[in-house]
T-cell receptor
Framework: DAGVIQSPRHEVTEMGQEVTLRCKPI?????LFWYRQTMMRGLELLIY????????DSGMPEDRFSAKMPNASFSTLKIQPSEPRDSAVYFC???????????FGNGTRLTVT | TQLLEQSPQFLSIQEGENLTVYCNSS?????LQWYRQEPGEGPVLLVT?????EVKKLKRLTFQFGDARKDSSLHITAAQPGDTGLYLC????????FGTGTSLTVIP
């Protein structure tokens, strides 16, 4: 099992540009989570899906953020337009059940200049 | 609002020393997990505790869940440089809420 795969590992973009982060969860995991990590705020849950359906998006900062899960093996987190305050490491995680251990990808480090 | 507060926030110790990290909340959790995160990687699960008062040992690491299921501690005996990393607790409810983290550095 390759684990949770995220791409790209690093993304540097200019303010105002669209950014798309990608995630492939572990096969058979029904839950997928998007987290954002910063020094100031730690690890924050943005949104999570169950069987490809968004369940809780209350952590999504604002309308500039959107997430989709078109099928069980792929999810995207999009930021449009991006702002410097969006700079952070974005993690995708998947789990078998809602309280099962989370398996994290290695994250995407986003820098918005 | 942080539901889970960890202390200390930073800890730097010499190899061979013992240490304890705390995770506290005013909320009751059905389960609590501890993760360790190394630079450039995602958090990796160390242990899950589900019963109030439960104690679990993982080699030199001892985890305890408070009787009221509101707090937990992680004790490391004879710390080694390989223990260096960010330790995160996460409380289970409708989702997992992560603590503020403790950054541990073990100096050889």
């Amino acid at each position: 099992d390759a684990g949770v795969i995220q791409s790209p590992r690093h993304e540097v973009t200019e303010m105002g540009q669209e950014v798309t982060l990608r995630c492939k969860p572990i096969s058979g995991h029904d839950y997928l989570f998007w987290y954002r990590q910063t020094m100031m705020r730690g690890l924050e849950l943005l949104i999570y899906f169950n069987n490809n359906v968004p369940i809780d998006d209350s952590g999504m900062p604002e309308d500039r953020f959107s997430a989709k899960m078109p099928n069980a093996s792929f999810s995207t987190l999009k930021i449009q337009p991006s702002e410097p305050r969006d700079s952070a490491v974005y993690f995708c995680a998947s789990s078998f059940q809602i309280w099962s251990p989370l398996h994290f990808g290695n994250g995407t480090r986003l820098t918005v200049t | 609002t942080q539901l889970l507060e960890q202390s200390p926030q930073f800890l730097s110790i010499q190899e061979g020393e013992n240490l304890t990290v705390y995770c506290n909340s005013s909320s009751v959790f059905s389960s609590l997990q501890w993760y360790r995160q190394e630079p450039g990687e995602g958090p990796v699960l160390l242990v899950t505790v589900v019963t109030g008062g439960e104690v679990k040992k993982l080699k030199r690491l001892t985890f305890q869940f408070g009787d009221a299921r509101k707090d937990s501690s992680l004790h490391i005996t004879a710390a080694q440089p390989g223990d260096t990393g960010l330790y995160l607790c996460a409380g289970g409810g409708n989702q997992f809420y992560f603590g503020t983290g403790t950054s541990l550095t073990v100096i050889p």
